[in-house]
């Protein structure tokens, strides 16, 4: 694999500009990158063009000033009724037009006059989206995604007899978040302190009960739901991108409804390794590999409850013992843990029976985030505990796991729903760093870090230790084609710019100073 | 002949009338596109006249509408950047300036100055596309020293 020359043949690219000379260019230049390029020179049409043909193409390029339509407007349609990567053009780089961009879930905001190496990169952006959904559908349930990404991965990522899907994404969780890290070596480019807006337990029942007023949630419109809501300081974005979580999370019930490879509903997990992957593949496969801290207190726990803390369990580096048992903690939620927040939060009434028989969990990390009346006291308990006995409750590794899975689904970024691994940039990855976090931040959060610091010490600037070492392979290719990451830094695109909003599975792994602000708040935010 | 064709796109560019946009669209001349730059400069002349229309227009009914002219120049610079064309964009940007004072004089100005080097360049590049033509297929991807 070539280094820094990597842009996968027959990306189907849209582009869109009212401005015809422009249109020859970039349909020039995109063809240049072996891409497959359709040109339109009205919004209108471009939205015709997506709709007619769902999934036609990967990704979406548009200018932002268009006669027919604001260009921001087109980009929050494709967001939403597609969920297509976007990005954004201009000849004006105006500070306040990128943060709409960005607001509106603009993937990245190219300056005019465009270059070659940015059109170059922007699989990026695509590989990335399709990595996101997979962890939000979740495990077997994601069949779809490009013809080339399957290709590739089949080509560079697959390896082991293991259910091929859940190795797949697996993988491809891990190729995220080598992109990203590889992204994010620049500290620079790391970290922000942007105010996020963190969808509480109460906020979001406020958004359901708003939906389900509306009725059918597909006429539901952000507008719509905000006004209902009346939380004044809520903006429509907020809730444009929270409503585009909740809807992949409702597909994604519905998909697990079919998923064949779990029993009833429990996502099963037998004592064997394998059931474990699937399950926490199941899960959402960039969570669980992320939330090793499911793998190391796996290690302690018999009774790990947590699925995610099967992620570990695959991983012989890290030498996690993942606990088979995390069939019991799912058997008692409604939706199955596997779930992210989304399940954990929708079904609350079901969940507190479930929590207080099994403390940690989901809702002991989203409690200690975002402290539910219901809670409260039980947060209070767990958390202490978990302080302490880091390594040795159960619901330990829930706690990490839970609290990145809550974040998910609590914490809508901008749309663009990846995780700051960014923050963890590989040196800061480095033990010495974890401890500095460490000590910044308490119960979660710590074992969350603790968790990071285990495949750390195995790989160097690799995240993905916990994760199969048939993907090693991949991790190769990785290592060649994060060279051409270095791009990201040197790009003066958006891009740069993105990585604190990068969420692994909306996982967020905040760097030191973010941290307690983390613990404080709550997860992210948007 | 080559030569000749070299030095007055080197002039070009030294005299400020094109940017290293330029030079990017040469590198995507190829054997499949043997004349993109001309063609794309032809595409952008055409769109270009338009938009002075647009503006002329506008200007002419007196009654100034700051936003709009404002929007017609933003869409003028942004097809002025995909050849390059500097002079023309650096006058884009004094008339957008003059349109946020709302200055409607300087404004008239400036699209006075903007119209002339607009039309310089046009000559001046079929100009050389002629003799690149003339000169032999290699020139045009040339670049200049």
């Known amino acids: 694999m070539e280094k820094g020359g990597f842009s996968p043949v027959g990306l189907r690219v849209l582009v869109v500009d009212d401005d015809p000379t422009w249109l020859k260019i970039l349909e020039k230049m995109l063809k240049k990158c072996s891409y497959e390029v359709t040109t339109c020179g009205l919004a209108r049409e471009a939205l015709r063009l997506l709709r007619e043909r769902k999934d036609g193409y990967d990704i979406v390029i548009s200018d932002v000033n268009m006669p027919d339509m604001d260009g921001f407007k087109l980009l929050e349609h494709v967001g939403l009724e597609l969920d297509l990567p976007v990005i954004m053009m201009s000849v004006d780089g105006e500070t306040s037009r990128v943060m709409k961009g960005v607001q509106h879930g603009a993937c990245d905001y190219l300056l005019k006059p465009i270059r070659m190496k940015e059109l170059k990169i922007i699989w990026q952006h695509v590989l990335r989206k399709k990595l996101q959904e997979v962890r939000d559908i979740e495990g077997c349930g994601y069949e779809g995604g490009t013809d080339w990404i399957t290709r590739y991965d089949e080509a560079h990522f697959l390896g082991g007899g293991e259910d091929v899907s859940f190795c797949k994404k697996r993988k491809d969780f891990d190729f995220e978040k080598k992109l990203l890290l590889q992204d994010e070596s620049d500290p620079s480019s790391s970290s922000s302190k942007k105010a996020r807006v963190v969808w509480s337990f109460e906020l979001h029942q406020k958004f359901v009960n708003a939906v389900n007023q ?64 699937v399950n926490s593949g199941h899960q959402s496969p960039g969570k669980s590999s992320f939330v090793f801290s499911g793998g190391i207190f796996q290690k302690a726990t018999e009774t790990d409850p947590k699925p995610l803390a099967s992620a570990s369990l695959s991983d012989p580096n890290t030498d996690v013992i993942m606990p088979p048992k995390t069939k019991k903690t799912r058997i008692g ?36 985030q975002q402290p539910l009346p219901s809670q409260s006291s039980y947060v209070a308990n767990s958390a202490p505990a978990i302080m302490e006995e880091e390594m040795k409750p159960p619901y330990e590794t829930p706690v990490g796991g839970s609290s990145v899975n809550i974040d998910e689904f609590l914490m809508p970024q901008d749309k663009i729903p990846t995780v700051t691994i960014q923050d963890l940039d590989p040196s800061a990855l480095s033990s010495m760093k974890l401890q500095e976090f460490s000590s910044n931040v308490t119960n979660n959060t710590e074992a969350i870090l603790r968790s990071w610091e285990l495949p750390e010490s195995n790989h160097s600037a690799s995240l993905d230790t916990d994760l199969d070492l048939s993907w090693l392979q991949g991790e190769r290719f990785l290592a060649n084609t994060g060279l051409q990451f270095q791009d990201y830094s040197s790009s003066p695109s958006f891009l740069s710019e993105l990585p604190p909003h990068l969420w692994y599975g909306n996982e967020r792994l905040p760097d030191p100073d973010e941290y307690s602000f983390m613990v404080d708040q709550g997860l992210f935010i948007s | 002949m080559q030569r000749q064709v070299a030095l007055i796109k080197q002039s070009l560019f030294d005299q400020g009338y094109l940017d290293e946009q330029f030079m990017e669209l040469e590198e995507l001349q190829d054997d499949a596109n043997p004349n993109f730059v001309e063609e794309v400069s032809a595409l952008y002349f055409k769109d270009s006249a338009r938009l002075i229309n647009n503006i002329d227009q506008a200007l002419e009914r007196g009654s100034f509408d700051f936003n709009r002219l404002d929007s017609y120049m933003h869409q003028f610079k942004g097809s002025s950047t995909s050849i390059g064309a500097s002079k023309v964009k650096a006058e884009c940007t004094k008339f957008r300036e003059y349109c946020r004072a709302g200055n409607a004089e300087g404004c008239l100005r400036t699209f006075q100055q903007l119209k002339k080097e607009h039309s310089t360049l046009r000559k001046k590049l079929e100009h050389y596309f002629q003799l690149a033509r003339q000169a032999g297929p290699k020139e045009t991807a040339r670049r200049p020293k």
């Open chain 1, 333 to 368: 939620f409604d939706p199955p843990i596997s779930s992210p927040a989304f399940d954990s939060l929708l079904p609350w009434n079901d969940v507190p029976e479930v929590l207080e028989s099994k403390p940690v969990l989901y809702e002991n990390s989203f409690l200690q």
């Open chain 1, 214 to 277: 509306i009725g059918c949630d597909h006429k539901a419109g952000p507008k719509k739901i905000l006004d209902l809501m009346n939380v004044p300081w809520l903006t429509r974005e907020n809730v444009a991108s929270h409503l585009q979580k909740y809807r992949l999370y409702l597909s994604r019930l519905e998909k697990e409804k079919e998923l064949k490879c779990y029993s009833g509903g429990v996502k099963s997990i037998d004592s064997s390794p394998k059931d474990a992957e």
